[in-house]
């Protein structure tokens, strides 16, 4: 089947199934092409939540469509890769959040959404990328725990107050970019400012004109005056950024921020999971609930 052919079939059935197809910024460019709503994970959750439709196509990895299913549990949550994981959401079990928790009782559990819903259940609060530092001021404890990502929690201390007890997790792709990479690029390009994600680094954040989520580099890359960036997060969201700036040039700020997660979905992958409406993402109730809890209280956090 051609390209064309198949982008007509996905059209085709989403009509049929009433569903809508949903997409993260690190997706294939040709996937964010035919998406519905392309967004952050918050706003993909909060999409999931709203959405009138059936079905949820959801072109991500495997976190995102278990939000999506614990928010949504009446509508079927398609993942066409049930491979499509996260190095990062694997690092934190149910087992070992119990065993901290036992080591700071009391301590609130703010859990970056980047998690299995076994350990949401487990968790007082969620955050993305893109309320983080709102979710930890929002509560009135002195100290938190924040699992699964040490450079998320690092950042979101250097804004508040309070004690972190960080868990060891790390997103592989972020972490593979490092501070020459950056020193090299800014050396070449010392017009443009640096932008990475709260996932780098701390030391490569350090050197960041701009710290955010995936959705607030479209923000802060159209509205800079800058005609060039150096972008540090991994390389899918460069389609919408080139699309959307045509006269701005983007710089990846490493040729190793490719997550081969998020590349795992094709345009065939899609056909397929709409052709046979599998495979189903499905959170057991006895998690859902108390996942669920974790996930709306974040969600009742007014955004920007
Ligand atoms: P967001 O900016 O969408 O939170 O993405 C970070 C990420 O790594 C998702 O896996
Ligand atoms: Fe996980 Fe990192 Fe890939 Fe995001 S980019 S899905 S955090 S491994």
């Known amino acids: 089947m051609y390209t064309d052919e198949i982008k007509q079939e996905i059209g085709a059935l989403l009509k049929k199934r009433n569903g809508v197809l949903l997409a993260h910024n690190y997706m294939r460019d040709e996937v964010q092409e035919i998406a519905d709503i392309t967004g952050d994970s918050l706003a993909l959750s909060m999409e999931a939540a709203e959405a009138s439709?059936?079905?949820?196509?959801?072109?991500?990895?495997?976190?995102?469509?278990?939000?999506?299913?614990?928010?949504?549990?009446e509508k079927t949550v398609l993942l066409p890769r049930l491979d499509a994981g996260c190095p990062m959401a694997d690092m934190v079990t149910e087992a070992?959040?119990?065993?901290?928790?036992?080591?700071?009782?009391?301590?609130?559990?703010?859990?970056?959404?980047?998690?299995?819903?076994?350990?949401?259940?487990?968790?007082?609060?969620?955050?993305?990328?893109?309320?983080?530092?709102?979710?930890?001021?929002s509560l009135p404890d002195r100290e938190v725990i924040f699992v699964p990502d040490r450079n998320l929690g690092r950042y979101?201390?250097?804004f508040v107050g309070k004690?972190?007890?960080?868990?060891?997790?790390?997103?592989?792709?972020h972490e593979r970019l490092k501070v020459d990479d950056v020193i090299r690029l800014k050396a070449e390009y010392p017009d443009a400012p640096f932008v990475c994600h709260?996932?780098?680094?701390?030391?490569?954040?350090?050197?960041?004109?701009?710290?955010?989520?995936?959705?607030?580099?479209?923000?802060?890359?159209?509205?800079?005056?800058?005609?060039?960036?150096?972008?540090?997060?991994?390389?899918?969201?460069?389609?919408?950024?080139?699309?959307?700036?045509?006269?701005?040039?983007?710089?990846?700020?490493?040729?190793?921020l490719i997550c081969p997660n998020m590349k795992l979905t094709s345009l065939e992958d899609i056909l397929e999971a709409l052709q046979t409406m599998s495979p189903v993402v499905r959170v057991p109730e006895e998690i859902r609930i108390p996942a669920k809890r974790a996930l709306d209280r974040m969600l009742a956090i007014p955004r920007d």
């Open 163 to 173: 004690k972190f007890h960080l868990w060891d997790g790390f997103c592989p792709t």
């Open 96 to 137: 070992g959040l119990l065993e901290m928790k036992g080591m700071y009782p009391g301590a609130p559990v703010v859990t970056y959404v980047n998690s299995s819903a076994a350990v949401k259940a487990l968790s007082d609060i969620c955050c993305t990328s893109a309320n983080a530092v709102k979710v930890v001021e």
């Open 53 to 73: 439709a059936e079905v949820i196509v959801f072109c991500g990895v495997h976190f995102m469509a278990e939000s999506a299913a614990i928010l949504a549990p």
């Open 156 to 158: 979101v201390a250097r």
């Open 198 to 256: 709260p996932e780098c680094n701390p030391a490569v954040a350090a050197l960041a004109d701009h710290v955010c989520s995936t959705t607030g580099m479209y923000g802060y890359c159209s509205k800079s005056p800058a005609r060039r960036f150096i972008i540090g997060t991994e390389a899918g969201i460069l389609y919408r950024l080139r699309h959307e700036n045509p006269g701005k040039e983007f710089i990846l700020a490493s040729p190793a």
